[in-house]
Every structure is written in C-alpha cells, then in structure tokens.
C-alpha cells in the first residue's frame, strides 16, 4: 500500500488507521459508509433467538446484537470475476 501511494510505511499505516477509526465511529454511530467502487458498510440487528449446544443438545438463548455487513460494490465484484 506504501509504496503504491509514493508514500512511507509509517504514514500509509497512519492513513490506513485514520480512515478504519472514522469508518468505526460512523457505524458506532448506526450510519451507513459506502466507499464508491469497494462497497458499503451497514450495521444491522439481529433478533434474540433459541439455538441448540451442538456437544450437548441443550437449547440455549441467543442474544440479540448488531452486526456489520458489506455489500461489496459492482467494480469490486467485477474486479474478482
């Protein structure tokens, strides 16, 4: 990544925690981020729900919790194809 931008490793890796870190505050947040030609981030949340201990058979309780999704974008998609 460094050396693709003509920058040193020390500000690519202070570039890259700068844009994790506002990306994780936005979601935190319950806001969407779409990074055009890579895709979008969203938070969702999931419900409570019953599920089974495999070892034991034992139903358990699931919390419910929000999860991040990424839908990725067409240009992304197309790059894997």
Known sequence: MAA???LSKVDSKKALDAALDAISEALRSGDKVAL???GTFSVSERPART???PATG???EIAAKKVIKFKPGAE???SVK
């Open 4 to 6: 693709a931008a003509g």
């Open 36 to 38: 055009l030609g890579f």
């Open 51 to 53: 599920g089974v201990n």
């Open 58 to 60: 034992e139903k358990i």
């Open 76 to 78: 992304l998609a197309d």
